[in-house]
């Protein structure tokens, strides 16, 4: 079979114009069937529709800021005058602060202790210093770049101009967001005072509607800092009055390829799901069996969960010792997120268990240690890594035409992924699933690991800290072009199928760079399929706010008569409350739409609590699926960065919708209740 470098569909929408040819061959390299490239030019030019559409639409973009620069050498000499203007001290002292600082949770005293921290951090010499801008980042002049790998973002290098520290934001922004999560437990005393239900009703499920069992001071501290993420990009689309409107033209039953049209996308691979009790065993077999790279993407860290701190602390450090060279992808906005809530996280519930390794596997010792947050986590990690044969980046990014922050919500795990038998773990779990949550991976072996290989290598070239040079860039970009032509000529040998474990599938690695535009490549190719659906649809999300689109999708499908069935967290399961409210207007929205949808719900089962439904999948006529970090939400479209695996034809699902249905009344989920309807 024949291989090229082909491009799936990316909207751009900038302040300049981009030329087309820049526009379609460095958006997204990936290497793919040669047959491929009449069909990526038809969703490439579905994209460009709503593109054109929002652009000609979205008026308000962000100021120019010129910081000066008019060459390289002052480039160089700008960004070298900022790392002394912003020194690691600043740092260092809001990172001290934060981790020698107790806040009580107890009702009494939460206000005091939480003052009593805004005091400290004012009394610091240098507030207006950070290495990171904070979670605004529209309005400021530092040093942002655009790289040509991702042409609708700008970066910021400096972030990992120094290796081994966390950069932060600076002390002044954190006594706002602290300002912020003050006001918001003073609304939760104040609900707790209310006498009557009439009362309690004024107050908004983010701060009232919380078990006496759960850490609930916490949650709303966790909650106003992923709101204070989403500010910008919500204020970008509120200024859009004509933005559903468009948005949901853009993505008409003719602008969203059928799975069969993309046939000659998908690659033969192996895939094989996961369980919480798999996960670490199959992590370990794949880790040990690296010869030359392993790379990472994370997004959330959970300090207190004994498999993930097993990984970074004890496994990846022992295959890098053996020569493996291994990259760690962290997202930035979360680990600064998680600093500010160090002084919290002194009471939170450790959940470290036994673990049960496989014989051969380094033994659980640095892990085993107890932290007080994932910032500590992280230092613990660059301690260990310092002389080894690991690297570690960030990933900050912003739109650029709006400004606001890009996070990067994609987890994967890459072992040599230039190799024809590359393997890759993914889906909803960050580093591993977490403890009393339901989460959905899989591992994939082939050469559909080269696909996850050169999206990697993407983000992580537009993460080095001289990105912004366009010369440079470009011919890495040249060269590693010539090691991938030298790749295709290996990968055209077949698959040794005495390597390969797990059911032979077609499967497409199919990724997304949200922005301003709204494009939203993998929305796109999931309508595709539920439009295709002849037999049954099964969709499972962990956070979801299903668009207007879909809902008419599920309407046309059961009118046909196809089976739709729907799984979604609830207020009794979900980790983040400040969705739920979108969430459930959106499946009361379903149901007027598409009554015959059959939609299950987490319940509180003989008093038991159901755990976190985290999954995230769709199956369309038992035949093709598509799983990974993806949410049918808002923010998968202008905010966060997906990771989505498609494959088709796949043996170990259920043959039939009866038996799909069978399974879901057998369900393993703790024999807990996801039958429950929305009223």
Not at 312 to 328: C, I, Q, T, W
Not at 519 to 535: K, N
Request: glycine share 4%; aromatic share 8%.
């Amino acid at each position: 079979m024949e291989y090229a470098t082909v491009v799936l569909p990316v909207a751009v929408t900038t302040t300049e114009p981009v030329a087309d040819d820049v526009r379609a061959e460095t958006a997204l390299a990936v290497v793919l069937p040669v047959a491929a490239a009449n069909l990526a030019a038809a969703l490439v030019s579905a994209a460009a529709t709503v593109n054109e559409a929002t652009t000609n639409t979205l008026h308000v973009q962000k100021d120019d800021v010129d910081v000066g620069c008019e060459d390289a050498v002052g480039a160089q000499h700008f960004e070298t005058e900022y790392h002394q203007q912003h020194s690691t001290a600043s740092q260092g002292a809001l990172e001290s602060v934060m981790a020698n600082t107790t806040i009580s949770l107890e009702r009494a005293t939460c206000i005091e202790s939480l003052e009593q921290l805004i005091t400290r951090l004012s009394t610091l010499s240098d507030r207006s210093s950070g290495i990171s801008p904070g979670f605004d980042c529209i309005d400021n002049a530092l040093p942002w770049k655009q790289t040509i790998v991702f042409p609708q973002y700008e970066t910021l290098s400096s972030v990992n101009a120094t290796k081994g520290i966390i950069p932060l934001a600076s002390p002044e922004s954190s006594i706002e967001l602290f300002e912020l999560i003050k006001l918001a437990w003073q609304k939760r005393l104040n609900y707790e005072k209310c006498d009557t239900e009439e009362e309690r009703e004024s107050y908004c499920s983010c701060i009232g509607h919380w078990r006496s069992t759960q850490n609930v001071m916490k949650q709303i501290c966790n909650q106003v800092l992923e709101q204070v993420m989403t500010r910008e990009a919500s204020a970008c689309l509120r200024s859009q009055p004509a933005i559903t409107r468009i948005w949901n033209e853009a993505y008409s039953h003719e602008a969203c390829p059928y799975p069969d049209t993309m046939d000659c996308l998908y690659i033969d691979s192996s895939i094989r799901l996961l369980t919480n009790d798999t996960y670490l065993h199959a992590y370990i077999e794949a880790a040990l069996a690296a010869t030359s790279t392993i790379d990472v993407s994370i997004c959330y860290l959970f300090y207190s969960d004994p498999q993930s701190k097993y990984i970074l602390l004890d496994l990846l450090p022992y295959v890098a010792e053996r020569g493996v060279k291994v990259r760690v992808l962290f997202e930035l906005a979360i680990l600064e997120s998680q600093c500010l809530q160090m002084p919290l996280d002194g009471t939170s519930i450790d959940r470290e268990a036994p673990l049960h390794l496989p014989k051969g596997s380094p033994s659980y010792a640095r892990g085993a240690k107890k932290f007080r947050s994932a910032t500590e986590l992280v230092r613990e990690f660059f301690n260990l890594t310092s002389a080894t044969n690991i690297e570690a980046r960030y990933w900050f990014a912003r739109d650029k035409a709006f400004g606001y922050r890009v996070k990067n919500h994609g987890k994967c795990h890459i072992f040599d992924g230039n190799s024809k038998n590359g393997k890759v773990i993914a889906g909803g779990s960050n580093v591993a699933p977490r403890p009393g949550s339901l989460d959905t991976d899989f591992v994939i072996q082939g050469q559909v690991a080269g696909m996850y290989s050169a999206y990697f290598d993407s983000m992580w070239t537009a993460m080095a800290p001289d990105a912004g040079d366009l010369a440079r860039t470009i011919s890495e970009a040249e060269e590693k072009k010539e090691c991938e032509d030298e790749q295709i000529a290996v990968w055209e040998a077949a698959i040794d199928p005495d390597i390969i474990t797990g059911h032979k599938a077609k499967i497409l690695f199919l990724p997304s760079t949200p922005s301003s535009s709204g494009e939203d490549v993998i929305l796109r190719c999931v309508l595709g399929a539920i439009y295709s659906a002849s037999q049954s649809i099964y969709l499972c999300m962990g956070h979801m706010n299903i668009p207007e689109v879909v809902s008419q999708a599920f309407k046309q499908a059961t009118d046909r008569g196809v089976k739709v069935y729907v799984i979604s967290n609830s207020f009794h399961s979900c980790d983040l409350r400040t969705g739920q409210l979108d969430l459930m207007r959106s499946l009361k929205r379903m149901l007027t739409v598409a009554p015959d949808v059959k939609l299950f719900v987490a319940a509180v089962k003989d008093g038991k609590v159901p755990p976190f439904l985290h999954s995230k999948y769709l199956v369309v006529d038992s035949r093709w699926a598509c799983s990974g970090s993806w949410n049918m939400w808002m923010r998968s479209v202008v905010l966060t960065q997906q990771q989505r695996t498609l494959p088709s034809l796949v043996a170990c699902l259920p043959a039939s919708p009866e038996e799909r249905e069978e399974q879901l009344s057998h369900t393993n989920h703790h024999d807990h209740d996801y039958r429950a309807t929305v009223a």
